[in-house]
């Protein structure tokens, strides 16, 4: 008898129709003899209308509150299910953050789990019961509803198997697994059957939106199985976990890109100590994430700086720097908006050499221009015209191997 | 510096709006110099549109899952009140049941309120803090959301104000005090000023919906004075406190009409202990209320007992009665769903006579025939057939002079 924490995202719960054909879904695998936790998203659109309605409100609402306004779509989806499966004949019961106890730190709208109280949940499974737990929400150790960001379901859903020792985590989606690249977009990409959490890493940080990063993190700390599934359909999916020998042998495992970029150039600044800290530091404190840098060597005593933003904040960031920019005495500044991010993302790449420079030649031979390149152990990203995006990524699926069946 | 408990309901915060419009009263409250606990129901709308929802999703929904599902409206509706509030550069905190620590008993959908921690509320009191109270739920010991009846903000309201040993408490709502009677169907009928508790509850429950009668019995087992006021128009409203000499002047206060009444009369039933028993104990046992019973004297050994449910209850209460006859040999049923019930209520009852038969004559000169007569120390009801309830209502207000300006 396995222990399963299964999570269903907000397509898979939409409306009741939906609700009745996962429910179908959770009791057979409970027919099979397994304990099952369930955590749900909220029904598509209801988080974002909630959203709405709290910037209707205050263009700024207050944080505290508006996590608590937005966590009630998980409310109403793990009620339902519960109503639903013990219609159907099974033990039941939804169980809120403030139920279980799952003890966030007070970063509202992108808490942190700091520990689960695993007792109320634990008791119920032994009764039999099928414990629906509310994702993307907790609380803080004064009783404040605190919510995960973004796919915080996901994280919920590792987190709590990772505190009752699950034997796995089932994250069903509306695709069905993780691909080599976006089928979207490249008509060759194929489901990846096993993947090592560090990839899953880079390639969710690298654009990838099938699995929250966060919670790939936290897989990957607690050594979580996580299977990556289709709520649609049948099928094995794609499993996140351990890297293995397999793994390795892969050179690049899948590519990614990700179109929210955009690029801004400091020209000549000053090649002094603390001027990079002058520029980074205004831009951290108003929460602008920082991509990709790149500063050139210096010739003459003066540099050029180079970073990538997120697009929705490129005019906040354009009038930081260009503060900053006459208070250095540094050129200028140029903006780019026009441009793409591309990954490449292979365990294999450690042992490998020659990787980056097959990526480079591969883009060269259609013509794109690389911008700006960096690397990690396990990642190559370039930044290049948006209009190349779809080409740059058939290109490097087809190069490194990925388009054989 | 008083402590205001303040309570708007649903037609009152039924949109973002209203909801400005409420925040703005509460402010002048505030500006006053006065602290405030303000309750708030859900939107109008949203709790039958979740009731439905549940519904939808089985006939006879999990009651304990249902009751977490039912309370998310006033989740919204504290929320983004404090968003507002703070908006308008005031300190605001919603709680929720959980958080304050409303503790109820564990009968799901019409929990009784046991006991309401005060530390929370009193500690955001000191700091200046407007307090947004999610009406109608709380939790049980063991942390389920329990619900607390139809109308149960009110109770919510009255209990706080108990518990925070609050100067007073204000129900705002959509009309401005307590009347007469319903100045829908009688044109004459005038706003009491003060009322008391006695009246008050005996109104509630023969049939006046301005407040729940649960939330009457708590003001007036705690004294707590309550003020009926209207969201929409500025007013003194109604006040319902300590009954005083003034009242006891008056020996009719108000008449009250209830059509959701129907009247089942058992035929020939053999008169021998025990028999009243075996018929009303399985009503009981299906949650039907009964309200008024009559038996008459009995002639021959036998007797006939008539008694009245609510309209919805009808089919299920004769289904019920049908098979207690065959079995205590009774002759038969049967049913009137076309009647109604009108009330006089007044404190000044106790101490006069013939008020009674004042009511009798009234009614009968109208050619009304009375049914089925119940009375308690402060009310006597009259069951007559449906179509004379408006004829009864305008006669009863004139005869006992409330017509008078």
């Given amino acids: 008898m396995a222990l399963i924490v299964q999570k269903y995202g907000g397509t898979s719960v939409a409306d009741l129709e939906r609700i009745e054909e996962v429910a179908k879904k959770i009791i057979r695998r409970k027919d099979e003899g397994n304990n099952l936790v369930v955590v749900l998203s909220a029904m598509a659109g209801e988080t974002d209308s909630l959203i709405n309605l709290a910037k209707k409100a205050a263009p700024d609402p207050d944080k505290r509150e508006y996590d608590a306004l937005i966590s009630i779509g998980e409310q109403k989806t793990v009620t339902l299910m519960s109503i639903v499966l013990k ?171 990700d179109r929210d970029q955009a690029k801004i150039t400091v020209v000549r600044v000053p090649d002094k100590p603390g001027i990079a800290a002058k520029i980074f530091t205004p831009l951290s404190e108003h929460n602008i994430v920082v991509d990709m840098i790149i500063q050139n060597a210096s010739i003459d005593g003066y540099t050029d700086l180079t970073f990538t933003v997120s697009r929705k904040d490129i005019n906040q960031a354009r009038q930081i720097v260009e503060r900053v920019v006459r208070e250095i005495n540094a050129e200028g500044v140029v903006v780019d908006e026009d441009v793409a991010k591309v990954s490449i993302i292979g365990v294999g790449m450690v042992s490998h050499s020659g990787v980056a420079a097959k990526m480079f030649s591969a883009l060269a031979q259609e013509g794109i221009n690389i911008m700006m390149i960096s690397t990690s152990e396990i990642k190559i990203s370039c930044v290049i015209k948006a209009k190349y995006t779809e080409l740059a990524v058939s290109v490097l699926h087809s190069a490194f191997g990925l388009d054989k069946p």
């Fill in 87 to 257: 219609r159907m004949g099974y033990r039941a019961k939804s169980l809120l953050g403030f139920q279980v106890k799952i003890v966030t730190d007070k970063d509202y709208t992108q808490a942190r789990i700091l520990r689960i109280d695993t007792e109320v949940i634990k008791r119920e499974i032994e009764r039999g019961v099928i414990v629906v737990v509310a994702g993307f929400q907790g609380i803080d150790e004064e009783n404040n509803i605190t919510t995960l960001g973004r796919g915080g379901s996901d994280t919920s859903a590792v987190a709590l198997a990772a505190a009752l020792g699950a034997d796995f985590c089932e994250i069903y989606t509306d695709v069905d697994g993780v691909y080599t690249t976006d089928p979207n977009i490249c008509s060759k990409a194929k489901r990846i059957k096993r993947i090592s959490y560090d990839e899953m890493l880079e390639m969710a940080r690298a654009g990838a939106k099938v699995l929250q990063p966060r919670s790939v993190e936290m897989a990957k700390k607690y050594g979580v199985p996580v299977y990556v599934k289709s709520s649609f359909t049948e099928g094995n999916g794609t499993l996140v976990t351990k890297e293995d020998e397999d793994m390795e042998k892969e050179v690049v495992s899948g590519v990614t890109y």
